[in-house]
């Protein structure tokens, strides 16, 4: 149905794009251009727990290039062109090497999808001391503190807004006695560390912590392991998982041994995007999108999109291609970025985290957006998630 | 029956008759509200077509144009049977959509297509579409029937389309995420507002460029919550009026001065705004507290809420 679609579309759309380009005097001779990089390593495929849902190996490019369509769209107008150079290292390769040879020199722009510790590498790359980096994969809340770098925006939610989200909301469902289970990775302690932060500052109580070992066992299943796992002394209102990768935490539900709530990285979860939004607009871009791609919005597609509109934005508004006036513009209380959350989204100067609301959805339904309403800040209520200004831990020391 | 008794009756009759009505779409209920606004009271609602938006009244008032978006589809309603007399196309997913003076021509937000659909009413037929900025929204017709107006959100542009040759001859940069314009009385001036910048922008329409730009401050309201959607000027260009979504509240501003006199506290996310045909009330849909709220302009005091159905989107009135 849509290809069929498509074709005649994509026919006018290009005679209309003629059109007016031959009638508008605003499109004309001496157009800037604005070149941007995305720069991603493939990785190695992680196990999954189940097949239901596809692996998707293209999670953020998409994001950028619906962006770069729509920042064409209002380069016609404002004699501006935006592209868009794909550098895609391969599991093998060296991401230094492709930054140092194909992108250094070439493009003040690189939106970055890699993990935590090849992003600051990256950064602190003599060549790229002159970029700036958009990282639209990490939620590691030292990249936003004590390893920050001035030279690279985060996208993405922390894990600590993340936590605080599911914190506000559970505050406002007075579920203050929190059960907290821990997966084996790396990456879900520093969620477990989030979430205890967030308790904190919430006032609320774990009254047990566990860590879910992984075992081999033939003889027991997610079924009786999960009953016995979760039979634990104390009285609790919610389980609260830390579980990144989805090894077991879809487990859970149903099968605590008291009749409790899931919520974390599972159950009800924390997220910049999720197909369940359909708010402010949010439809519009999700059928673009789709028809795009084919698939889902993910949330390192939201982030690239958001990275490369961030530029767009600041290009139009500085009518400028150059770093310095762009950085500027992007780092101002000026910028006010439309993310499809019903509020403008913009950069803490402090970590340079882009401060939006996070969704709390479950599979199927939106459940609240936080900031919750009530939990309250001089400033902007965004800035109830996360690390605030004074409790930032980051010094622009690396990056400049 | 004696003579007194029927011309009784017939007073009453043509009174109930003549009595204004303001047509409210409801978004979720895939219906349309009639409101008594004179008695603050729900006269009913009926069932009207998939989600149903934009909302617009003909000239003569006796026809009703709604955007039922899930459709495809604009309806057009007799106003006093309330039955549908037609249908328009309107392209997919029509959402807003402004008529010309004249009510002959019909121009609609193609929000996912990135285009604006020209509709010849007696035609019934789509006779062109413009290539637009990425998700138009608010549009337009100046007084004079010389500008179509069509505000890009995603782009942040306002487009001028020239009503002769329906084609765009110039572009205006403003605030992010335009939302609604609208033409002062004389066609002058363009109102514009912009929902992520909390802002609105006057744009003359000769330069075409933003001559103005007026901010809102409320007392105990984040400056994030102070999202401007729905604008109206009344005729004499003296007060115009904002609606400011999920501040709650609508912006009265001296429309000379430019000066913001008062806000005023309606329902929550308050989004479209009309005018009563004799500019003595005006009424807002708004849409999470499911209600509209009527403000008498006299005394510039909200008088009454009434609560109408789920997500009241679009407001046209008939005296």
Known sequence: MRSTKMLPRIGLIVFIFFQIVASNPLFAKGKQTIKIAYLTQMQKARPVLSNLDPIIENKGVLGAELAIEDNNTTGQYTKQQFTLERF??????????????KIAKKYAYVVTNLPPELTNTVADLAEAKDVLLFDVATVDDALRNKECRANALHLLP??????DALAQYMMKKRWTKWFLVIGAAAEDKLYAEALKRAAKRFGMNIVQEKTWEHSFDARRTAQSDVAVFTQIDDDYDVLVVADEQGQFGEYLDYRTWIPRPVIGTQGLVATSWHKTHEQWGATQIQNRFKEKAGRWMEEQDYGAYLAVRAIGEAATRTQSNELKPIKDYLLSDQFALQGYKGTPLSFRPWDNQLRQPVLLAAPRSLVAVAPIEGFLHPKTELDTLGYDQPETECQWSKGK | MNKWAISLLLSVLTASVQAEVVFVTLEKDNALALVDPVD???IKTVEIGQR???????PDYKVLYIATSDDNTIKMVDT???KEIGVLPSGDDPETFALNPKGDRLYV?????????VIDIA???AIKQIQVGVEPEGITVSPDNRWIISASETTNMLHWIDAKTNNIVENTLVDPRPRAVTFTADSKFAWATSEMAGSLMIVDAKTKQVTKRIGFEIQGVTKDKIQPVGVVIDKESKRAYVALGPANRVAVINAQTYEVEKYLLVGQRVWNLAFSPDQKRLYTTNGVSNDISIIDLNSQTVTKSIAVGNYPWGV???P
């Open chain 1, 88 to 101: 895609i290292v391969p599991v093998e390769g060296n991401v230094t090497d492709t930054f140092n040879k």
């Open chain 1, 158 to 163: 922390s894990r600590a807004m993340r936590a």
């Open chain 2, 40 to 42: 603050g009271k729900l």
């Open chain 2, 52 to 58: 149903p938006r934009g909302i617009a009244i003909s």
């Open chain 2, 80 to 82: 006093e049977t309330l």
């Open chain 2, 109 to 117: 937000s193609n929000e996912d297509d990135s285009r604006v659909t």
């Open chain 2, 123 to 125: 035609m019934k037929k």
């Open chain 2, 316 to 318: 046209a009135v008939k």
